[in-house]
């Protein structure tokens, strides 16, 4: 069974940081994707970046140069440092996973953690 548990969420000043982190049971990150999606109130979930088993990262525009996905497969745990927050960052952030080597976008994934809250403040 996938569990996956984020941590790491709160609430943060504009321009401030925050590092989100998500450890998984049954799934290890050397053959699976992982990403991280958000969901504002009211707002559909987006995709805020995916990282493939080889490393390589996409992410969504709104967040590119400010935010970085990686992942200690030791530790079978993915991150997302977060730099430069806005007001507009603020949302339920969620890790996720598939299986499979390559993300190949924000489709399709599996298992869901139950999310950390962000809030950043004007």
């Known amino acids: 069974q996938v569990q996956l548990v984020e941590s790491g969420g709160g609430s943060v000043q504009a321009g401030g940081s925050l590092r989100l982190a998500c450890a998984a049971s049954?799934?290890?990150?050397?053959?699976?994707?992982m990403a991280w999606f958000r969901q504002a109130p009211g707002k559909e979930r987006q995709g805020v970046a995916t990282?493939?088993?080889?490393?390589?990262?996409i992410y969504a525009g709104s967040v590119k140069g400010r935010f970085t996905i990686s992942k200690d497969n030791a530790k079978n745990t993915l991150y997302l440092q977060m730099n430069s927050l806005k007001p507009e960052d603020t949302a339920m952030y969620y890790c996720?996973?598939?299986?499979?080597?390559?993300?190949?976008?924000?489709?399709?994934?599996?298992?869901w953690g139950q999310g950390s809250k962000v809030t950043v403040s004007s």
């Open positions: 049954g799934v290890t990150y050397v053959g699976a994707c």
């Open positions: 990282i493939n088993s080889d490393g390589a990262t």
């Open positions: 996720a996973a598939k299986l499979g080597r390559y993300c190949y976008g924000f489709g399709g994934f599996d298992y």
